[in-house]
Each structure stands twice: as structure tokens, then as C-alpha cells.
């Protein structure tokens, strides 16, 4: 039971370039999310999902694409990567919506540059 | 806007000595809270986590109290050890949407031998 995979772990881009983030759960979870984490701001919610074939915004989805196709896998699409999108970026995932399903389990984060 | 929030950005203790970091919250609505703990390159990790329908539950060496009269969180850490070394997270959940976390900045605690 690996939990939330992201990968890669690392990644550069140059402005305009596109790239996935890869995230895998392996808990049955039917609810997976993306987060940003910037210096001083905390984690902020970029997409989400509650099932496969359904995704929403978060607080800052703009400049980002996803979709749910399966219920383990939620990538996340920069189509044309800015410097603003430097940061740390975490999936998280957690067995349903609803009270007794807050708990969110996270993956070990992609560090993205974006020159 | 309504936030959660943390005291101090940094806390710094003695190696042995109790821990204690705090949080603040403006949502009367909000109905429970649970804390994180994010080591240098890793994920948050889930440390404990409380409903507002209790003032204080224990995990091993941790302990949160939550004071719903002053929206008022802390998290408390026993005999802290150099392991204990990270940014911590509180994180409330409002209510409505699929949604309902919402993260504070962190504190960062660190360990003096």
C-alpha cells in the first residue's frame, strides 16, 4: 500500500512549455485534489475531484487542467507554464466527501521551476 | 475574509521541553480541526485531529485543545525530541462544498539541543 505517488519529484520548464504532474492513489479513494504551497501562503487548492469523471476548481485553478478518468489517477496539465507557477505542488487524496471523510492523506510533493 | 491562522511563524524550544503551538480561527461554523506536520522535502503528515464537539483529545506525546469560545486551536507536543523538527499545519473545515479544509500558513518549530 504505497499511498499517494506523485511524480516526478523535480522538474524545470522554460515559459510557455507544458508538462503533467502524475498522481496515483492506491486507497480506493474516491475524492483527490491539488495543492500549491508558496512561502508565507500555506497550502492553497487548485482542482479537485469527488469521483471518477468529475472534477471543480479550487481557489487557484487558473493556468491548470486536470481530469479524472480513473478513480487512482488525478494528473494535473500546465499547457503553457509561467514563472508564477514555480512552487510546490501536493495531491491528496481521502476516502469520500461528507463528515468522518476530512482526513486528507498527501503525497511527498513535486518541486516545479519555472524559468 | 474568514481565516485560519497561526501565532508565531517560528517557534523555538529546548530539546525535552513541552511544545506548544497555536491557531487561530474565524469560523464559528466550522466543525472540525486537525493538525499536520510537514518535514523538510515530504508531504504534510497527519498528526491529530479534533471535532468541535470536544475540547481536547491525546495521541501519543500530542495533544490538542480547542477553546470554541475563543476560536482558539493549540497543539501540544510532550518532551519534544530533534524528530519533532517541522513546519505544522492547522486546517479547519467550514462546512458546504466538496471541499471543506482550509490550511493556516504554518509554524515552523525548531529543535535547540
Known amino acids: 500500500n504505497a499511498g499517494v505517488t506523485q511524480t516526478p519529484k523535480f522538474q524545470v520548464l522554460k515559459t510557455g512549455q507544458s508538462m503533467t504532474l502524475q498522481c496515483a492513489q492506491d486507497?480506493?479513494?474516491?475524492?483527490m485534489s491539488w495543492y500549491r504551497q508558496d512561502p508565507g501562503m500555506g497550502l492553497r487548492l487548485i482542482h479537485y475531484s469527488v469521483g471518477a469523471g468529475i472534477t471543480d476548481q479550487g481557489e487557484v485553478p487558473n493556468g491548470y487542467n486536470v481530469s479524472r478518468s480513473t478513480t487512482e489517477d488525478f494528473p494535473l496539465r500546465l499547457l503553457s507554464a509561467a514563472p508564477s507557477q514555480t512552487s510546490v505542488y501536493f495531491c491528496?487524496?481521502?476516502?469520500?466527501?461528507?463528515?468522518?471523510?476530512?482526513?486528507?492523506?498527501f503525497g511527498s510533493g513535486t518541486q516545479l521551476s519555472v524559468l | 475574509g474568514e481565516s485560519v491562522g497561526l501565532h508565531l511563524p517560528t517557534l523555538s524550544v529546548q530539546e525535552g521541553d513541552n511544545s506548544i503551538i497555536n491557531c487561530a480561527y474565524s469560523n464559528s461554523a466550522s466543525d472540525y480541526f486537525i493538525w499536520y506536520k510537514q518535514e523538510s522535502g515530504k508531504g504534510p503528515q497527519f498528526i491529530i485531529d479534533i471535532r468541535s464537539n470536544m475540547d481536547k483529545r491525546q495521541g501519543q506525546r500530542v495533544t490538542v485543545l480547542l477553546n470554541k469560545t475563543v476560536k482558539h486551536l493549540s497543539l501540544q507536543i510532550a518532551a519534544t525530541q530533534p524528530g519533532d523538527s517541522a513546519v505544522y499545519f492547522c486546517a479547519e473545515n467550514r462546512g458546504g462544498g466538496a471541499d471543506g479544509l482550509t490550511f493556516g500558513k504554518g509554524t515552523h518549530l525548531i529543535i535547540q539541543p
Open positions: 486507497m480506493n479513494h474516491e475524492y
Open positions: 491528496a487524496s481521502k476516502q469520500s466527501t461528507g463528515q468522518g471523510n476530512e482526513k486528507l492523506f
